[in-house]
């Protein structure tokens, strides 16, 4: 029997801002300098998009099984990282029946946010089409709505996210300075 398709599944840009320079080991990719700034990185989300996103916001990577296996993807190198703010996420929720999808959707933003390539190869080591990355630094300053309605999505403030994983799981999940924001009701939609 088929395994259902996560109502949630598809694409994702998830959007973040490093607020000052760091230097970071990204798996094989080596170590490598970010300046602060906001940047983009693309994904597909089978298991679902707020999954995924539960995954980006830890900060430790450990699996629910409990066996540590420490980062996972070459995003995890900066969503561990103090001086990265997770913005929110753009959704996509095509069906996925390849990585080529995520690649045509990843040149899309690419193209969007002028991007300049950080790290060559980074989030793309899977790619069919020979992509350069899926992650890159916001140039034009384009804010995350106008993004997402350039590339075909649909923004979802971080805060927003948590509380519908939240709603789903029944318990709190997440960084701790986000829930302070979402319980004194200073959350940025924007």
Partial sequence: MPRKRPEDAGLYVLYLRITRPIRTRVLKLGYHHFEAG?????????????????????????????????????????????????????????VLRSKRRECLWAEEVRAAVAGGMPVPGFGSTNCTLGCDAHFWRVTNGVPPRSLARKVGGEWRPIEYCLLALRERTGRRCGRREVWRRVERGTVRYG
Wanted: charged share 25%; proline share 2%; hydrophobic share 35%.
């Fill in 38 to 94: 906001d940047y983009v990185y693309v994904g597909s989300a089978g298991n679902g998009i707020l999954n995924r996103l539960h995954w980006h916001c830890r900060r430790t990577k450990r699996p629910t099984g409990g066996r540590k296996i420490g980062k996972q993807w070459h995003i995890d190198a900066l969503t561990v990282h103090d001086a990265v703010e997770l913005l929110g996420v753009i959704e996509n929720r095509v």
